[in-house]
Each structure stands twice: as structure tokens, then as C-alpha cells.
């Protein structure tokens, strides 16, 4: 069998240079070889064993891979001189192929969230990541949130102060778990009075608690910056005064603060992963009432629901247990 994906990569790499579609292509090649089938030939079964190769917890990021896919056997036909390749499976039939288990272990619900959210009591500004996350900031928008940004305002609804974050959206830094990429500006309005004050207690801030195996705790000051989230100030100075990637810090933290969760993978629990769980929360069943997925489609920023529908489809399964 004439392997046609390995002989025509090189030529569609030159035309398509972006990192993933190197490892999709890959992909297509190794799947050809367990199948030995051309992709060309591929039906519905071998093109959902293609996809359940990624072991993906997002059925839009297995609409990438598919969409390349389908990008690919065009690019090949057309210099085969053979009729294009049409692939038959319906949006909704990719939810079919994530990995659901994994998806689990990584989806916090809310009484998970506030469980891990008691753990993290020594510093703020470790806590302010997992609350900022699940109430939909992205890795990015975390980092580069300045306290100019922020704006405390009194809500007449509540009786308390409201925080309105004025957000740079997703940009280039999405990943598989990102449901849509937002380039605009954000406003995010958070109402958890206590994740306000705990943004308050993260501006003063100025010392970051470690406490080592041996019981002793020893205090780090904070680099002085703009941003809500700052860095340690150890090292040379950079010129960079926030932190470079939050969710491996808070990732960091989890490990050596052992925090502990029944039914979720710490390891593996990163700010896109606790930003998809808000957004589940918020389809769930018990919410759909006070969040219409209009509603939360505005509050994401994204530019339509479609993204959101098999996220909705999972919120059931999750909270119906």
C-alpha cells in the first residue's frame, strides 16, 4: 500500500508550517499504518479511531484535527488528480470521540472547586488564580491583568462591591481546552464577594508564604508591578514583572501545598481546566434557568454558542451523578 499522507507531508508542511499540523499529520500517518488503509479510503470507524488517538478532553479542539484532516486529503487528491474526499460525521458525533474519563478527572464541579479552594490558605495570590480561573479568566488573561484594570464597584443588587476586569481576551496563547479564540477585549464581572476581597487582600500583598518539609516557614517578597498576579522577586531582574505562565505556578502550588480532591487529577489541573469547569457549571442543569447559554455566550466573549453545545451535552452528564 503507497503510503499517500508520508509522501505528500513535506510538500503541505512547506505551505502550512504551524507546529500542530506537523503532529496531526503524524497522526494520520501512524493511524494509516495500525489500519493499513489509506486515509483516502478511511470511513467513519477509522476516522474516529484517527481522532481518539489525541486522547482530547475537547470535542472543538477534535474538530481542529478533523478539519485538518479533511484539508489534507484535498491537498492530496488535487495533486493525485483524484475526486476530493468527503468525510461524513457530524459535529455533534465528535463528543463520541473525547476521552470522557479523562475529561472527569480534570472538571471540577462546585463543590470540588470550593473544597480545593479551602486548601489554599496561605497565600492570596495562589488563591486568586484558581477562583479567576473558574470564573472564566484564561491563562493569559490572568497574566497579563494589571490592577488598573480592575474597577471596585458598589452594586445596588447585592449590597456589596462588584469587581468589572477589563480583559485582553485569549489571543495566541489558547490551548485544546480553549473553546473559542478571543482577540477582542473582555469584560469579566465578578459578584463572589469574597473573591473581590480576596483581590483587595492580592493588591497589598506583599510577601509570598513558603512553608518547608520540616514545618519552617519562610517569607518572600513580591517583585513590585503593575500586574494583580506578581512574581517572586528572586533571580536577576527581568523586564517582565508578571508571571510567565500561571497555570504552571499554581500547578506547582498544588503539589507542594498536597492538595488533595476525590475524583480529580491535581497533576493534571491546570487554569483551562478549572476555566472549562466555571463554564460546565454554568450549563449545568441547576443553572439553566438563571444562565441561558445567550447569556453565556456574552459572558465568554465568544462570537456564537457553537462551541458551547457539547460542553452543555457533558454539564448532564456531570451533574446528574
Not at 14 to 42: G, H, M, P, T, Y
Not at 81 to 86: A, I, M
Not at 197 to 225: A, F, L, N, P, T
Not at 267 to 279: C, T
Amino acid at each position: 500500500m503507497e503510503i499517500l499522507s508520508k509522501k505528500y507531508i513535506k510538500d503541505y508542511l512547506k505551505l502550512n508550517s504551524n507546529n500542530d499540523f506537523k503532529a496531526v499529520l503524524n497522526r494520520i500517518v501512524e493511524q494509516e499504518k495500525k489500519s493499513r488503509i489509506s486515509f483516502l479510503n478511511w470511513i467513519e470507524l477509522d476516522v474516529g479511531e484517527y481522532l481518539k488517538s489525541f486522547n482530547s478532553v475537547s470535542a472543538m479542539a477534535l474538530n481542529r484535527q478533523f478539519s485538518i484532516l479533511r484539508n489534507f486529503a484535498d491537498y492530496v487528491c488535487e495533486k493525485e488528480n483524484l475526486p476530493k474526499r468527503k468525510y461524513d460525521l457530524g459535529e455533534d458525533k465528535l463528543y463520541d470521540f473525547i476521552n470522557k474519563d479523562e475529561l472527569l478527572q480534570t472538571t471540577l464541579s462546585y463543590e470540588q472547586y470550593r473544597n480545593i479552594k479551602n486548601q489554599l490558605d496561605d497565600n492570596v495570590r495562589d488563591k486568586l488564580m484558581f477562583e479567576l480561573s473558574w470564573y472564566g479568566l484564561s491563562n493569559n488573561m490572568i497574566k497579563m491583568l494589571t490592577i488598573s484594570d480592575i474597577t471596585f464597584k458598589m452594586s445596588d443588587d447585592f449590597g456589596w462591591e462588584v469587581a468589572f476586569l477589563s480583559c485582553q481576551g485569549l489571543n495566541e496563547e489558547t490551548d485544546e481546552n480553549d473553546e473559542a479564540i478571543i482577540n477582542e477585549p473582555v469584560v469579566i464581572k465578578i459578584e463572589d464577594p469574597e473573591v473581590v476581597e480576596d483581590m483587595k487582600k492580592c493588591i497589598k500583598e506583599m510577601w509570598h508564604i513558603i512553608e518547608s518539609k520540616d514545618g519552617r516557614v519562610k517569607k518572600m517578597q513580591y517583585r513590585d508591578s503593575k500586574y494583580l498576579i506578581k512574581p517572586i522577586n528572586v533571580g536577576k531582574n527581568k523586564v517582565e514583572d508578571f508571571i510567565c505562565n500561571p497555570s504552571i505556578t499554581l500547578q506547582k502550588t498544588f503539589i507542594t501545598k498536597n492538595i488533595t480532591c476525590e475524583g480529580i487529577n491535581i497533576y493534571k489541573l491546570s487554569i483551562a481546566n478549572i476555566r472549562r469547569s466555571g463554564l460546565i457549571y454554568l450549563l449545568s442543569p441547576e443553572n439553566e434557568k438563571e444562565f441561558s447559554m445567550d447569556l453565556i455566550t456574552v459572558l465568554y466573549g465568544y462570537k456564537n454558542d457553537t462551541g458551547l453545545y457539547w460542553l452543555k451535552n457533558f454539564a448532564k452528564e456531570k451533574y446528574s451523578k
